[in-house]
Structures are given as structure tokens and as C-alpha cells.
């Protein structure tokens, strides 16, 4: 099993002496990567539910510090040498796929191929419309964009035609380290994103695997599989369950899940060194 540190640049994290603290640390403990957030913005008093919380409401409120991704995880590759460097999430309908393109490709090549470009389609309906995106359109757009990605890390240029993308053949360099590219993950915790992930991901991130939902959601991933006839073992699981402790990790990884997310265990430097510390104690060294 592998173990990843969600939200490592939201909030208080945001600060660069913590967040290097986080950073270096989680490296030197064995921790596999960390996981950045995206929004571009929060506008005020916004309405929409945060579906990743019971209540509905945003970890940290509307005035949360979210430093651009891309950027961030940019600074921890010059702090680092190992661990991999991901996105949970960003927000792929947001952004224009030729600007995505060349920004992981840039992460890839500069971290030395230890890129993975986390995806969803997003949730706040008010940000995207203030980007200019329908909402409706988001996962469309999402499949698309990757797709498009995907085309421009191939080796020769080509063209590219969809409903919401075309151009001509195009150079975008440099290319990513990692072949065919950058690991792209779906991210969502409902069903479309797990036939999503079966369609075009490299791996799937239901945020919230709870035990009671998550087969379901891997019953729709391996059925929308069959359905396009690709393997679903070509498709890595990673999830989130809470706290941790060896005997759960082991109830994961006899449903297929081969990567596990813990959040920052403290906001202050002294308490990220023991959190992390102790979570290598206690489930690092007897997993």
C-alpha cells in the first residue's frame, strides 16, 4: 500500500515555512506523495453544498487560503527528490487544455517524472460561472480536455477535433518524463465519476471511500469497463478512510485499493513533525 497526504496546501498550509515543514517531512518519513486542491476562487456567500461533508459546508470557509496547484507542487519539487507530486483535485472543465498540457509536462520533466495530474469536474457552481463554464457542461468538458491533453504528449504533433477543442497540429513542448504521459486520476465520489474514470482515467479517487460505498462505486467503474472492453486492474484505486491503523489498510487492500490518503495531522510545525511521525510508527513500519 501506498500512502498519500490530502490537502497539503489548503488553509494554514498555504504558509511556506509550514508548508515546507509538511512537505519535507512527509518525504522523510516514506510517505508515497502529496496531493494539492484547487479553487481559483470562493466568491463570497456562495450557496452551493460541499459534497464531501455531511452539512454541506467548505473545510475552512470561503476566505481559505488555496495556493494555484501547478505552483505549489512546483515548490516541493525543488524541496524534494521522491516524493510524487498530485493534484486532489484540480478542476479540469475550468481550465484551457493547452495551458494544462504544458504546465504537467513542465512538473514531469522539472520533479524528474514524479507528476500526477488529479482531475474532477468540480462542484461550486458560482465559480464556474463566474470563469465562464456552464456547469452543465463539466463533465463533458472534462472527458474532452483529457482526451486533448493526451494529444499533446504524444510525440508528433496532430490535430485535434472535438465540441469544445480544435486546432490544427500543434508542437507543445517539452513532453513529460513519464510515457505515454502524465497519470491522469478521476476524481468523484458518484457513480459518473467512476465511469468516468473507467473511461478515461489512468486511475480513479473516490474522495470518501466509506467500506458500505465504495463497492458500488467499483461495480459501476468494472461494468463501464466491460462495456468499452478495457481491464479495470489497469485502473489504480485510491482512497480515503479516516484514521488508520494496519488492519483497516488491509480491508482496502482486499478490495483493490493500492493507494490510501491521511490528511495533515496539525497546522503548526511541531505537531506535523509528530502527527507524521507517529503515523509512520504506527502504520508505515507494519504495513
Sequence with gaps: MKFGL????AGPLA???LFETLVTTAEEIGMESIWAVEHVVLPAGFQSK???????RFPGGEKSAIPDPIVALSYAAGMTKNIRLATGIMILPQRNPLYVAKEWASLDVLSRGRAMMGVGIGWLKEEMEVVGVPFKE?????EESVQAIRSLWRDEPEA??????????????????QKPGVP????????????RAARVG???YPASGSLKTLPALLDAMRDECA???RDPSEIELTTAAGPLDPGRVRQYEDIGASRMMINPPAYDAEGIKRGLNDFAESVLAKV
Design 15 to 17: 504558509d511556506p515555512d
Design 227 to 229: 462495456k468499452i472492453g
Design 202 to 204: 489512468d486511475g480513479f
Design 138 to 142: 463539466r463533465a463533458a468538458r472534462t
Design 6 to 9: 490530502a490537502f497539503a496546501t
Design 184 to 195: 491522469i486520476i478521476v476524481g468523484g465520489n458518484v457513480e459518473g465519476a467512476a465511469r
Design 50 to 56: 460541499y459534497p464531501y461533508n455531511k452539512d454541506g
Design 160 to 177: 485535434f477535433n472535438g465540441k469544445y477543442f480544435n486546432w490544427e497540429p500543434l508542437h507543445s513542448n517539452p513532453k513529460p518524463v
